[in-house]
């Protein structure tokens, strides 16, 4: 299994894992709600802060399960077997003092791990 990669929303870095050469970043994840989960040391696999940030997407779009999430993230991304529709999603932060947005989130082609430097 790979990893989960994101870029962050405010800046449009990738998010390293804790198993990259590249150091860490502190991530701020943001529901539209007000809820944030802060995370230190991501390991790659969707968890920011103790929440799983597929089980959050679930949840902002009216579903219940981690599945469910997986599946409405990458359809809306146009990469799933279901037609691609506009989908709320959190915010991850390098600035965590930014305010939720409605937009999109951004996975990463080098899933936080597979840096060219």
Same mark, same amino acid.
């Given at each position: 299994m790979g990893f989960f990669s994101f870029k962050t929303t405010d800046t449009s870095e990738s998010i390293p894992n804790i198993y990259s050469h590249?150091?860490?970043i502190r991530v701020v994840m943001k529901d539209n709600q007000? $809820?944030?989960?802060?995370?230190e040391d991501y390991e790659g696999y969707g968890i920011f802060g103790g929440k799983d940030i597929y089980e959050l997407i679930a949840e902002m779009n009216g579903k219940t399960t981690r599945e469910e999430g997986i599946d409405l993230f990458f359809d809306a991304l146009g990469?799933? $077997?279901g037609k691609t529709n506009k989908i709320l999603t959190p915010n991850l932060l390098r600035h965590g003092e930014a305010e939720w947005k409605d937009v999109m989130l951004k996975d990463c082609d080098d899933?936080?791990?597979?840096y060219d430097e």
């Amino acid at each position: 299994m790979g990893f989960f990669s994101f870029k962050t929303t405010d800046t449009s870095e990738s998010i390293p894992n804790i198993y990259s050469h590249r150091h860490p970043i502190r991530v701020v994840m943001k529901d539209n709600q007000g $809820n944030y989960w802060v995370e230190e040391d991501y390991e790659g696999y969707g968890i920011f802060g103790g929440k799983d940030i597929y089980e959050l997407i679930a949840e902002m779009n009216g579903k219940t399960t981690r599945e469910e999430g997986i599946d409405l993230f990458f359809d809306a991304l146009g990469y799933g $077997n279901g037609k691609t529709n506009k989908i709320l999603t959190p915010n991850l932060l390098r600035h965590g003092e930014a305010e939720w947005k409605d937009v999109m989130l951004k996975d990463c082609d080098d899933q936080g791990y597979f840096y060219d430097e």
